[in-house]
């Protein structure tokens, strides 16, 4: 080593440093910390970031051929080492080192080493040679990996998984309330700090078993109490207090999810119960339901592209053309009735027919070349054309329209004709057809025969009548 | 390139900042940008006229709202929160340790004794949610099913002014923009050939305060998202009908003059309140045809008619105002607030009360049905409610049958129905005295960003920035309050 007299204490510094790293190393499970060291860990997080950005700046000029300035080695070197043992530090403060814990330890002392071992032949012969290249190749590979297990220990092993993998579980027909419900909000929210990488106030929450150990605090759950259980309680105090959980600057749990673990632990918190072992009148049944809700937006993902030229072409001042939310290619259309009517500004809707998936033509002089075209909306989940003077013979063009969900022809002339073409319209939810020429008894034997379909065949005789009586407030009696 | 959604105030004034902020980053990234996107300048201005903000957020419940606003604020007391113990301890000092250092008005604050008053009027449960609704509401507690009441209001305001500012724009203080407002300015109009956020207004005989049109004002937003007052009678919007001897086709000429010298002026100043201007007497151009349309119920039938009731024929009525605010939605405006002053009932409550609601029950609760027919209430949300409540003790005179009740803040009473809100659902609950909520608060920021999600927007993201900040309905506060979403 060829090192001028000024910086040769820097090498026994480092030389130190390594030593002592090693020895850290080797006899990780007989070190106990002193309280102040222990906190000198804590510095980790903020110096991890110098020899990253420093050694990769010299493993760049290295591998370029260009010189890599001593003083830019030796900042490098110095921060991969002390990074390196105040990590050391902290990850004594797990109790069990995990997987992932253990390979960010040794990989980053790797690259505290690897870099050591270039400083050690910097400036000599072999300092040219492909040793030295080999130990840059290695650095950016260590360095990748550690920075990649390091965050998983910090953010969670999915962190950095694609999100259509993280996309949530479906929940099954009768879910087991442990395993596809509360084990999935605790992995959402939870087990990022609770697992066996960081065990935050020594509790695991990545199982059941550890999950009804408790930690540091106690015992997380009582079952059947959730106003008593820890977890509970912690969930319910406000955010700006110490013991909130999960604590600032992570995803808070929604009502939902909150309800949906107060009810486990009243039911007795077993990771056995299913959905079907409890009343339909537990509040967990509705949770269930409004779980499963599918996000309206995705069913509309694979509809094609519509230029917002195209809807600006389409429309009028008396057509109003909406996307359903943001750029959504789900089109919502509704028509009112221009001062001259042409059938063409509703057949021009065909250059978007895949697109509409709701349409209000009510009170629109529709005739045969229209309805035809609506015909053609195939994914239409909403249409009113009621007060439209459409016929049965034309009604016939919305058979194809599966997944219909709600139709309004009120006011309208269809007859008995139309309920062949209701009746197939299985998507159908909501049909509103007061003031047809359908017959009471013909809707409902369609009733009979689809008792899932909510139908709006005008007001109720007895609250009509109690609206029509001349009011009467009740006078309160003298008492 | 413009990530920031919301639009500057004055866009083409550039100040030193702008243009140096502009020149270094800007000019930058415009470069990058037109790089890697090359088709990103093609894109014309007009696109981004007419979907300015890439809204709503996310698939709505509620593509409209008839707010049935109860001026003067009815008593929650009388109404939805039935109390029996005020009848049990009737004429008892009210618990200090219920008051719990409540500011009370100039009109109690003096009082010597806060003696319980129970209500002058039965409740009953009604339908099968079990609803407590009071005698005096016998219509609506025949949509017991359809409606949800919320019982577990509450806001900081004790006077009027203040306490329906604050309903109206999310902020006591005046200025701001009205709700209706803000859903124009998010979510545009449905129905070009109307205004999207339309008034009408009512009175009953109970005591009344003032409506000024500052309840209805768009603000620092573009005044196209102003509220339109419509008025009963021959004119419903003030100067819209031409003056005799003027036919459409002139009036059509005069306008694409007007226009053209209006873009002139455009040009030179970038005054973009010129541009909504042009827009204003397109619009107004179209409404002349619209308006009367949309106003002329003698095509009703007479079952809509007694549904409503006989009120409803006469023009200014709130029965009249709901079977119209039911023809507006069906022609898309987006927001229709109807205003029933009287409700500022200090004393002779019992009387007072039972008249205000004759005038607002059945028309209320014949809105509900009447969309429910029509398959309205899919995508239709109705709210009925006050600025505030009314406190549980007597004011003036102890006497149960003419008493009076002052403001009171902590707890009242609104219901709801249909656009996404969970139907014959009873939320949230005060303490026995009816004074605090002890269970699910809902603060006015709450109530606006619950409105806001049901329509699609998010209430943090919708914003507007004005004097160096950027302005929400919500302010800083409000959360969405999922359990009564459907």
């Known amino acids: 080593m060829t090192h001028t007299s000024k910086s040769l204490w820097l090498d026994y510094v480092i030389l130190g440093l390594s030593i002592f790293l090693i020895f850290c190393l080797l006899f990780d499970s007989y070190i106990e910390l002193p309280v102040i060291l222990a906190w000198l860990g804590r510095w980790h997080p903020v110096v991890l970031h110098f020899p990253i950005v420093l050694l990769l700046i010299a493993v760049f000029l290295g591998l370029t051929g260009k010189t890599v300035p001593r003083v830019l080695l030796l900042a490098g070197v110095l921060s991969a080492l002390v990074t390196a043992i105040s990590g050391f530090f902290l990850g004594k403060e797990a109790l069990v080192k995990g997987d992932l814990l253990y390979w960010h330890q040794w990989l980053g002392g790797g690259v505290a080493l690897l870099a050591s071992l270039w400083y050690a032949l910097y400036g000599t012969r072999q300092g040219q040679g492909i040793y030295v290249k080999g130990i840059q190749v290695g650095l950016l590979i260590f360095i990748g990996l550690t920075g990649h297990y390091g965050g998983m220990v910090t953010h969670g092993e999915d962190f950095l998984a694609l999100p259509a993998d993280r996309k949530k579980n479906e929940i099954p027909e009768n879910p087991n309330i442990y395993e596809h419900l509360v084990a999935v909000i605790l992995d959402e929210h939870c087990v990022s700090c609770h697992n066996p990488n960081k065990q935050k106030g020594e509790l695991l929450m990545n199982n059941y078993a550890d999950l009804i150990k408790g930690g540091e605090s106690g015992k997380t759950i009582v079952f059947g109490a959730p106003e008593k259980s820890e977890m509970i309680r912690r969930l319910h105090l406000p955010t700006e207090d110490e013991e909130h959980m999960p604590p600032d600057g992570k995803k808070p749990l929604n009502e939902n999810e909150i309800k949906v673990l107060e009810r486990w632990i009243a039911l007795g918190a077993s990771d056995t119960l299913r959905l079907n072992h409890v009343a339909n009148t537990e509040p967990l049944v509705g949770l269930v339901k409004e779980m499963r809700a599918p996000d309206p937006m995705e069913k509309w993902l694979d509809l094609p592209q519509v230029a917002d030229s195209t809807l600006k072409n389409l429309s009028s001042d008396y057509l109003t053309i909406e996307r359903i939310a943001g750029n959504s290619n789900a089109l919502s259309i509704d028509m009112y009735m ?13 250059r978007v027919a895949n697109n509409i998936v709701e349409l209000d033509l009510s009170a629109i002089p529709l005739g045969d070349e229209e309805m035809a075209v609506i015909g053609s909306f195939t994914n239409l989940e909403w249409l009113e054309i009621d007060k439209t003077p459409i016929s049965d013979k034309q009604m016939e063009n919305l058979a194809s329209l599966k997944k219909l969900r709600l139709l309004k022809v009120f006011e309208s002339s269809i007859t008995d004709k139309s309920i062949p073409v209701l ?10 057809i007061w003031e047809t020429g359908i017959s009471a008894s013909t809707l409902d034997e369609l009733q009979r025969q689809r008792p899932g379909l909510s139908i709006e065949n005008g007001f109720d005789k007895d609250i009509s009548a109690f609206f029509t009586a001349a009011d009467s407030i009740p006078k309160k009696e003298k008492e | 390139m413009e990530n920031d959604k919301s639009k500057n105030e004055n866009p083409l004034k550039v100040n030193r900042r702008h243009f140096f902020s502009q020149l270094s980053v800007g000019i930058g990234s415009l470069a990058l940008g037109s790089l890697l996107i090359p088709d990103l300048f093609k894109g014309g201005t007009d696109q981004l006229a007419e979907r300015p903000l890439g809204l709503p957020h996310f698939a709505p419940k509620a593509k409209r709202i008839i707010y049935l606003f109860q001026a003067g604020a009815p008593s929650q007391l009388e109404t939805f929160d039935y109390k029996p113990t005020l009848r049990k301890r009737m004429g008892e000092d009210l618990p200090a340790s219920i008051r719990n250092g409540q500011r009370l008005t100039g009109m109690t604050a003096n009082q010597d004794k806060f003696p319980l008053m129970p209500p002058a009027v039965d409740f009953r449960q009604h339908g099968q ?21 919320v019982r577990s209001m509450h806001t900081e305001a004790i006077n009027h002014d203040p306490a329906i500012t604050f309903f109206q724009t999310g902020s006591q203080i005046s200025g701001r923009p009205s ?26 005989k109970g005591n009344s305060q003032g409506l000024y049109s500052k309840l209805w004002s768009s603000g620092f937003l573009d005044s196209k998202h102003q509220g339109v007052l419509l008025r009963s009678g021959k004119d419903p919007v003030l100067y819209l009908n031409d003056p005799d001897g003027i036919s459409r086709s002139d009036k059509r000429h005069l306008l694409n003059e007007v226009s053209s010298l209006n873009k002139l002026h455009h040009v030179e100043t970038g005054d973009d309140e010129i541009e909504s201007r042009i827009a204003q007497y397109e619009m107004a151009y179209r409404m002349q045809m619209s308006v009367p349309d949309v106003m002329d119920i003698s095509k009703e039938p007479e079952s809509i008619i007694k549904l409503y009731g006989e009120d409803c024929q006469v023009p200014g009525t709130y029965a009249a105002n709901a079977l119209q605010a039911r023809r507006l939605a069906e022609n898309g405006v987006r927001f229709i607030q109807l205003y029933h002053q009287g409700w500022d009932q200090h004393g002779n409550l019992p009387n007072e009360m039972a008249g205000q609601a004759k005038d607002v029950d059945q028309a209320s609760a014949a809105l509900v049905m009447d969309l429910k027919q029509r398959g309205m209430l899919e995508d239709t949300l109705v709210i009925w409610g006050g600025e505030f409540g009314r406190g549980n003790y007597c004011q003036g005179k102890f006497d149960p049958a003419n008493y009076g009740r002052d403001h009171h803040p902590r707890a009242f009473s609104i219901w709801m129905a249909g656009g996404g809100i969970k139907p014959g659902l009873n939320y949230g609950q005060t303490d026995e005295f009816g004074y605090n909520v002890v269970e699910n608060p809902v603060h006015i920021n709450d109530f606006h ?25 919500t302010d800083v506060a409000g959360n969405v309050i999922n359990d009564l979403l459907a």
């Open chain 2, 179 to 204: 709700m209706g407002s803000w859903m124009s300015y998010g979510l545009g109009s449905e129905n070009k050939n109307l205004p999207s956020f339309v008034v009408l207004t009512s009175r009953g």
């Open chain 1, 423 to 432: 009746k197939n319209l299985t998507s159908l939810k909501n049909l509103y």
């Open chain 2, 129 to 149: 949610s079990g609803t407590w609704i009071s005698d005096f509401f016998p219509h609506i507690a025949k949509i017991a099913d359809d409606i949800t009441v």
């Open chain 2, 449 to 473: 960003a619950t409105l806001m999600h049901a329509m699609g927007l998010d209430h943090e993201q919708l914003t507007y920035k004005y004097q160096g900040r950027r302005f929400r309905l």
């Open chain 1, 338 to 350: 221009p001062p001259e009517y042409d059938s063409s500004v509703i057949t021009n809707l065909q």
